[in-house]
């Protein structure tokens, strides 16, 4: 097994004291300003350009600040976001259902099973209600009650309706409106785009992070690009278990770039299993599908209650299915969070009562829902979910239960920040899912998104805006801008030099699949271990026998996936260890060893109410702990029955 040490304790000495309802506007403003005239000598590289960094480069633009974005895809609006579908949180309380800003703080804590911090998850809730005023003037179409009034639904976790949409296509409509934001500063001056540039590497000179080296993946070429600040914007790493509802091309490089240069990883073992997927169809399949949490409000999740019943959905009787979790959590019946909803299927699946093949299903229901709406009600909600069900399985949801079954979906873990957004790297900031701040061990439906558009445009251009003020930083040093140089061609040229029989997507799928088996919803001592073993023999067989066609100075599709690939490895090794670490259940990391009588995840809070924050050394990795506090909201074993 890899061998850690423990370092010195970490603390977030950025977020303010005294009541938390005021800990955002006093820190707005103790933070610096910078003039005008300033920023438009001042330069910011912001990568990846979803919903955090589409909005963060849109508004430091808008600004005045100078701003290079970067993506991979052939455009700003194909990033992943656009594959969002059910909604965005917003404590606005249209419905008079007793929503606030303080009962979504509630929930998301509570929902991250108390393994969240108490300063940074309030402001989320607290600019939340701005969030939905700026999409609306960006002209973003949400979904309208009769009156003209915005139109909310529920999500899980929340006995509330606080969840704002446009049909099943969210994050499409928001990212839109944050791309054209960003398209409009790009027709203004203040952000150059570089689309199909992958970061490989980050500068840091003078201990500060100061520029990217990036490959433009159409010509091969590498790229120096330098600045005064670097923002990573990039995404989360569930496709390190091959089988995910992600992009193919959603990858850890950035962010494991910037941990190989200091900055702590944290949390990496709180991985999130979505509850509502289309199962795995074939042993040759390369992704798997979302269908939206959204679709829990009307659809009703069950199983036949006898083992191996086989029989058509349609010739169950009613009093043969069992609708379990309305049966086990009565109070929030088919809206439990994520993780909760998704081991529960598990669990009646590992009786045997699980339905399609292999038995690795559960039934979502709209029968019930088509007689008391009408079938165009419902189409009118969720059809173009229904289409997508329908045209990837051949099967209509209108006339039969969708079969659904967990899949990795989200990360709450990724590198560490302060209240800052700031990285243990000066000048290196994360946003959106690429950091771990806000969600804890399970992340709620609908906060993705919230979250994302939270830190881009209303609390990074605050922030960043602070330590610009207090520069500046200096020349960035030549020799620190060529090594990093010099480490990207050479990697390069050793994942060339290999040229062994084996695809890079043949490693992927098998690295994928010791860490769905070892350390995917259910993990223990033993199959961590045995993953621990496993992963460091196919990482030396990788670069031994990885076959990498075409050469660096082209358009190389298979270079790509064999950097990535390497990347994995590495990441999978600190999560399995992540994992082992971490005694006790919480959230979407549940060790088996560590549950309740009733089957549910077990906390450690006298031992484990931290955050783990992994520092990558010579020496092996380090493991430095921030203490979580919690003055608002009592820790107590969750329940939502």
Avoid at 126 to 147: K, L, T, W
Avoid at 346 to 366: I, Q, S, T, W
Avoid at 408 to 418: E, F
Avoid at 519 to 534: D, F, P
């Amino acid at each position: 097994m890899i061998e850690y040490t423990e370092g010195e304790p970490l603390r977030d000495t950025k977020a303010p004291e005294g009541p938390i309802e005021e800990r955002w506007a006093k820190r707005k403003f103790s933070a610096k300003l910078v003039n005008p005239a300033n920023k438009r000598k001042l330069n910011v590289i912001v990568v990846g350009t979803g919903l955090a960094g589409g909005s963060a480069a849109a508004t430091l633009g808008e600004l005045g600040y100078n701003v290079k974005s970067f993506c991979y895809q052939d455009s700003p609006r194909r990033a992943h976001s656009i594959a969002a579908q059910g909604g965005i949180n917003a404590a606005k309380n249209y419905r008079g259902d007793g929503d606030s800003i303080y009962r979504l703080f509630y929930d998301t804590v509570k929902g991250g099973d108390f393994r969240a911090r108490e300063s940074n998850v309030y402001r989320l809730a607290e600019v939340s209600v701005n969030i939905i005023d700026q999409a609306v003037a960006q002209g973003v179409p949400f979904a309208r009650e009769y009156g003209g009034l915005l139109d909310t639904r529920s999500f899980g976790g929340a006995q509330v309706s606080r969840t704002f949409y446009a049909r099943g296509q969210t994050g499409q409509q928001l990212l839109l409106g944050a791309y054209q934001a960003l398209e409009r500063q790009v027709k203004a001056g203040t952000v150059e785009m570089f689309t199909r540039h992958e970061m490989l590497e980050l500068i840091v000179s003078g201990g500060r992070a100061r520029g990217i080296i990036v490959r433009d993946m159409v010509t091969g070429e590498i790229e120096r690009h330098t600045a005064d600040a670097v923002v990573l914007a990039t995404g989360g790493y569930g496709n390190v278990f091959f089988l995910s509802t992600n992009a193919k091309g959603c990858n850890t490089t950035a962010i494991w770039r910037a941990h190989e240069r200091g900055a702590y990883f944290a949390n990496p073992c709180y991985t999130q299993i979505h509850p509502t997927c289309i199962p795995v169809s074939g042993e040759y399949q390369s992704k798997l599908t979302l269908m939206s949490e959204s679709l829990r409000n009307d659809g009703r999740v069950w199983v036949p209650v006898a083992a191996g019943d086989d029989r058509a959905a349609g010739d169950i009787p009613e009093d043969e299915r069992d609708y379990y979790l309305e049966r086990i959590y009565p109070a929030f019946g088919n809206l439990v969070p994520r993780d909760i909803a998704s081991r529960a299927a598990k669990n009646v699946c590992d009786e045997g009562r699980g339905v399609g093949p292999g038995g690795l299903g559960v039934y979502l229901d709209f029968r019930d829902a088509i007689a008391r709406l009408g079938r165009d009600a419902v189409e009118k909600k969720y059809g173009n979910l229904f289409e997508m069900y329908e045209r990837i399985t051949g099967e209509d949801p209108y006339t039969q239960p969708m079969r659904i079954y967990p899949a990795v979906h989200y990360t709450m873990g990724g590198l560490w920040v302060d209240y800052d957004l700031q990285s243990t790297v000066p000048g290196l900031f994360v946003i959106g899912e690429a950091n771990f701040s806000d969600h804890g061990a399970n992340r709620l439906g609908a906060s993705a998104l919230m979250q994302g558009l939270a830190d881009g445009y209303f609390v990074l251009p605050t922030t960043l805006g602070d330590y610009l003020a207090n520069g500046p930083y200096g020349e960035v040093d030549e020799e620190a801008v060529a090594e990093a140089e010099i480490k990207v061609r050479t990697k390069i040229d050793r994942l060339m030099a290999v040229n062994g029989t084996r695809t890079p997507d043949s490693f992927h799928r098998e690295l994928g699949k010791i860490m769905w088996d070892y350390c995917g919803m259910e993990r223990t001592e033993e199959s961590l271990r045995k993953a621990l073993e496993l992963i460091p023999g196919l990482r030396d067989e990788f670069w031994r026998n990885v076959k990498v066609s075409g050469t660096p100075e082209e358009l190389n599709q298979v270079l790509e996936k064999a950097g990535r690939v390497a990347d994995f490895f590495d990441l999978a090794e600190l999560m399995c260890l992540d994992a082992l670490v971490r005694t006790e259940s919480c959230g979407g990391h549940f060790r088996a060893e560590s549950q309740d009588a009733d089957g549910e995840a077990l906390r450690d809070d006298e031992h484990f109410a931290h955050v783990s924050a992994w520092e990558r050394t010579p020496d092996g990795p380090v493991l430095h702990k921030e203490a979580l506090e919690y003055d608002y909201v009592k820790m107590t074993q969750r329940s939502y029955k």
